[in-house]
């Protein structure tokens, strides 16, 4: 997708989510969420999001349920996420998901009005039983945009 504006009443805009393939490719470049409190976009795949606005997520710009995956990250603004009232995220990482063997490369990316709980780079312990198959050892970060990373 490029210079595509999303206006998300419900759900989620763009899914890859869970087996869609592996080696899948997906890239978004310079377009609008308006979210609405919904959520942007939910990735099983390669991804780059690049020089995109996200207005009003629901937490984060990508869920990441990638595995053996490159994510490129770079010159997106996020405007708070307020309808959803919970921290605004860009890239969220759970354990009850599949990440593994990941590499992640930021830069240029800013959470406009970031506030203590906000992150650019996230994980977090999740909320059920993990599947065993995240390992924060195999995900790395390549970020020059102050790498806010948030680990629970």
Not at 14 to 43: A, E, H, L, Y
Not at 56 to 66: C, F, G, I, K, S
Not at 95 to 104: A, E, F, K, P, R
Not at 111 to 122: Q, S
């Amino acid at each position: 997708c490029e210079n595509v504006t999303f206006n998300i009443t419900q759900a989620t805009g763009i899914t890859s989510w869970w087996s869609t393939g592996k080696q899948t490719n997906v890239i978004v470049k310079k377009c609008i969420f308006n979210c609405g409190g919904n959520r942007p976009m939910q990735i099983d795949a390669h991804a780059t999001i690049d020089g995109c606005t996200f207005n009003d997520p629901y937490r984060y710009v990508a869920q990441l349920t990638a595995s053996n995956a490159t994510i490129n990250f770079i010159n997106n603004t996020i405007n708070q996420a307020t309808t959803s009232g919970k921290p605004t995220y860009g890239l969220q990482l759970t354990n009850d998901y599949g990440n593994s063997n990941l590499v992640i490369n930021g830069s240029g990316n800013v959470i406009v009005n970031i506030g203590a709980d906000d992150a650019l780079y996230i994980w977090e312990s999740g909320t059920g039983i993990s599947n065993g198959y995240v390992d924060i050892d195999t995900i790395t970060l390549n970020a020059t945009d102050g790498a806010w990373v948030k680990l629970n």
